[in-house]
Nanobody, 115 residues
Framework: QVQLVESGGGLVQPGGSLRLSCAAS????????MGWYRQAPGEQRELVAL???????NIGDSVKGRFTISRDNGKNMVYLQMNSLKPEDTAVYYC?????????WGQGTQVTVSS
């Protein structure tokens, strides 16, 4: 059984930083990409950042230049470094693994940006 566990969320002031981590456990036949999505209340889930197996990244326009994604292939971990946080970054952040025919999701971690 595959499990994704996120950590690192919390409350931070505008302009601050947070680092999210996601640890994947269990048997995954093949990983095409790992990434982060977020969902604010009343909004649709949106892509934050993706990193493929070859290291290619895709960063959402709203966070480009502020957020960085990285991964440790050997440990099946993915990280999201979030800098210069804004109140509009407030959301539940979900870790995702694209396993081809199967998508895996974490339970989400809350990020709140507020003074």
């Amino acid at each position: 059984q595959v499990q994704l566990v996120e950590s690192g969320g919390g409350l931070v002031q505008p302009g601050g930083s947070l680092r999210l981590s996601c640890a994947a456990s269990g048997s995954i036949f093949r990983i095409y990409a790992m990434g982060w999505y977020r969902q604010a209340p009343g909004e649709q889930r949106e892509l934050v950042a993706l990193i493929s197996i070859d290291g290619t990244t895709n960063i959402g326009d709203s966070v480009k230049g502020r957020f960085t994604i990285s991964r440790d292939n050997g440990k099946n971990m993915v990280y999201l470094q979030m800098n210069s946080l804004k109140p509009e970054d407030t959301a539940v952040y979900y870790c995702n693994i694209n396993g081809g025919r199967t998508q895996y999701w974490g339970q989400g971690t809350q990020v709140t940006v507020s003074s």
